[in-house]
């Protein structure tokens, strides 16, 4: 079977990063799609849809190439955190998963010539976290374009205590799962060559 020609419905540079360490061959199409939760949507199923929505929307496009979308939440007491609009919302969204456990969602979709998709949960632990602290991780600007506020791999590695589950998924793509789907949609991987 010919090796698969796969496309990343997707602007993050940490999605596609990871995927390149794995040596995988892409091409990168982000995509613009309406991102607001539905009316009693849970959180599992906003990201899974949002998923499957990026890569329906590149597959209309393209639909003999095989599309991947993936979509990430930071979810506290069944609440999404997005992207803090401000210094003093991402000191909230801090504050409020400071010495606490929350969970990180990934959806991952695949859509064009193989559909599938599923999502991923990892449990993430703060450490109890100072109001100084917060304050200078603000000043870093690396929360402002993360969702709930925080860069696992970046300079908030030090927010946190502990991972369970995936930690590529706290990162955006969560590799392991989205091999299998991609294994089962033909995909070959540059391991499968030698």
Do not use: C
């Not at 969970?103 to 695949?110: D, K, R, S």
């Not at 991972?163 to 391991?191: C, D, K, Q």
């Amino acid at each position: 079977m010919p090796p698969a020609q796969l496309i990343l419905a997707s602007a993050s540079p940490r999605r596609r990063q990871l995927l390149e360490q794995l040596g995988l061959k892409f091409e990168v199409r982000p995509t613009d799609i309406d991102e607001s939760i539905q009316g009693g949507e849970t959180p599992s199923a906003y990201v899974e849809r949002v998923a499957m929505n990026k890569a329906e929307h590149v597959a209309a496009q393209m639909p003999q190439v095989l599309i991947l979308g993936a979509d990430t939440a930071v979810v506290v007491d069944g609440r999404i955190l997005g992207k803090p609009q401000s210094p003093d919302d991402a000191r909230r969204m801090l504050t409020l998963l400071s010495g606490r456990s929350h969970a990180v969602l990934t959806g991952i979709a695949l859509a064009g010539t193989h559909q599938s998709s599923r999502v991923v949960e990892s449990q993430i632990e703060f450490r109890i976290l100072s109001r100084r602290e917060i304050d200078w991780y603000i000043r870093t600007g690396e929360p402002m374009d993360k969702a709930g506020a925080y860069g696992a791999q970046g300079v908030g590695s030090f927010l946190i205590q502990s991972v369970h589950g995936s930690f590529s998924n706290v990162i955006g793509l969560p590799l392991a799962e989205t091999l299998l789907l991609l294994n089962r949609a033909g995909v070959s991987f540059p391991w499968s060559e030698a």
